[in-house]
């Protein structure tokens, strides 16, 4: 089945640091792939997608494309801020309208002042 | 513009007692709808998901159950709560013909 594999957390960077997420993914087919984020308290919210191959996702200053020769899909920011502190998750949805998505176990980012 | 809703954002429950959490969806038809829970370090584990009224898919047997009295209304059940049931539960809509979901705000279920 599908799956999808985020490296171990927590992550703990300063204020400006660079920031690289890994996520792999395991599917049939051709499937999209999502980053969600989840500030604390609160539910989830779409960071950003890509559904096709080298397709480049990005938003509030997070990128990540979709690598289909690695099957993945790294998050990276250039410059983390304290604002940017959440669990992040990754995620993939099969293709069709009725695929349900699966996703990572989601990753810590702590970012200190 | 579509909203979800879903309470009690907060409940704590004592062992055996039953629950009932409630999700519903404005602004949109025939939605796809899941409950997913997040228990500590875990992640996120799809429990049910709904293509339409009366259609529930279970991914893992437990002690809970969904059910789908109507088209924009998802319930997740228990007839009796176990410790392990703990955990933070998230409701999620998606449509047909897009392939992203939107989440609702959460239930902290505290069993003691």
């Known amino acids: 089945g599908d799956s999808v594999t985020q490296m171990e957390g927590p992550v703990t960077l300063s204020e400006e640091a660079f920031l690289t997420i890994n996520c792999t993914y395991t599917?049939?087919?051709?499937?999209?792939l999502f980053w969600y984020v989840q500030y604390p308290g609160e539910g989830l919210q779409l960071l950003l997608k890509?559904?096709?191959?080298?397709d480049k996702g990005s938003n509030k200053g997070f990128e990540a494309t979709y690598r289909k020769e690695t099957t993945s899909f790294h998050l990276e920011k250039g410059s983390v801020q304290v604002s940017d502190s959440a669990v992040y998750f990754c995620?993939?949805?099969?293709?069709?309208?009725?695929?349900?998505?699966?996703f990572g176990k989601g990753i810590t980012l702590s970012v200190r002042p | 513009s579509q909203t979800i809703h879903q309470w009690p954002a907060t409940l704590v429950q004592p062992v055996g007692s039953p629950l009932s959490l409630e999700c519903t969806v404005e602004g949109t038809s025939n939605p796809n709808l899941y409950w997913y829970r997040q228990a500590a370090g875990r992640g996120l584990q799809l429990l049910f998901y709904s293509v339409g009224i009366g259609q529930i898919s279970s991914e893992v047997p437990q002690n809970l159950s969904a059910s789908r009295p109507q088209d924009r209304q998802f319930i997740l059940s228990s007839k009796k709560l176990l410790l392990s049931d703990s955990g933070f539960y998230l409701c999620a809509w998606s449509e047909g013909g897009r392939i992203e979901a939107f989440f609702g705000q959460g239930t902290r279920l505290t069993v003691v």
């Open positions: 599917a049939t087919g051709y499937p999209s």
């Open positions: 995620a993939l949805t099969a293709t069709g309208a009725n695929s349900k998505l699966t």
């Open positions: 890509a559904t096709k191959a080298d």
